[in-house]
């Protein structure tokens, strides 16, 4: 079959013929049809010290995909959950089900997960071979939206954590291709007002037509300030950090409402500052890391909400290649004229 590899350390990647993976007793086999790219696909493009340090190729790359099932392991056949012909999708991250956090519904930080695409080989291929257990029916969904249910599952997870979205002002840091999501996620869930903040003129348009009320640039306005004047002084009840840069933490800190709450996905490369006292105890503020998607929690969520209308992300799908054209996607993405782009794998 063919395959997008990273063949060796360094920049770049191939289409290479590979075998086609072996489908275990708990596993399914799927043939690939969409598959998204993510900004994790762009670090192991480029090779960065992440990736150095955690891939070890060769690897097939891509962990958001969807695609129809072709084979079911034994196993997973005496279950009767799955069937050949079920178009599916899959959380990518593959959990031991034996450490502490497994053990006690917080699989989603497993001491030993190993992510598709990153520690195992991934979904940029014609088929892959998922443990049955990772795998849920699209049920009438398109392939093109299950591929992009690992990042809308993130925004899920980070917008509806602590659970007081209804009636709330809700502000957004950072609208890439999950920042947008976040916004629709919040606006189905009863946010009053959703604030989009961002550098990219293109991606608060982005925001806007996911249901922003108000979109904000750091580089002209004061976030924090105008977030204040927006909620009668107050400040946000809950803000998502997507951008995971520290000018963006100090925003997130500033604008959250006393006794509000922080999520924070976006992953920071550099330390950030915080004045504990004045910007976290005293405010009586709740933070929570977001990794992930809890499972499966999360992606039933998601499910209901695609499947009632009230959710739709495809606003934020600006591009589809095919996977030879891997390099063309890497560039317009790091051009940031990008919303979510997807790789249109099999027919
Ligand atoms: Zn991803
Ligand atoms: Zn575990």
Known sequence: MRALVKVAPGPGMEVREVPIPPCGPSDVLIRVQHAGVCGTDLHIWEWDAW????????????H??????VEVGGEARADGL?????????EGHIVCGHCLPCRTGDAHVCQRTRIIGVDRDGAFAEYIAMPASNVMKLDGLPTEIG????????????????????????????????????????????????????????????????????SLNPATDDVATRCRELTGGNG????????GHPAGHETAF?????????????????????EFARD????????????????????????RLLRAGQFDPRPVITHRFHMEQMGEAVQVIRNGGAGKVILEIGA
């Open 51 to 62: 990736a150095a340090g955690r891939l070890r190729p060769p690897l097939t790359i891509g």
């Open 64 to 69: 958001e995909f969807a695609g129809t099932i």
């Open 82 to 90: 799955l069937q050949v012909g079920d178009q599916v999708t899959a």
């Open 147 to 214: 591929a992009i249910m690992d990042p809308a599952g993130n925004a899920v997870h980070t917008v509806l954590e602590g659970g007081n979205v209804p009636g709330s002002a809700v502000l957004v840091l950072g609208c890439g291709p999950i920042g947008c999501f976040a916004v629709g996620v919040a606006r189905a869930a009863g946010a009053s007002l959703v604030i989009a903040s961002d550098m990219n003129p293109t991606r608060l348009a982005l925001a806007r037509s996911m249901g922003a009320g108000v």
């Open 236 to 243: 946000a009840d809950l803000v998502c950090e997507m951008s």
């Open 254 to 274: 500033a604008a959250a409402r006393l006794g509000g709450r922080i999520n924070f996905l976006g992953t920071p490369s550099q330390a950030t500052r915080v």
């Open 280 to 303: 976290i105890i005293f405010k009586g503020l709740t933070l929570y890391g977001v990794t992930g998607r809890r499972m499966y929690g999360t992606w039933h969520q998601l499910f």
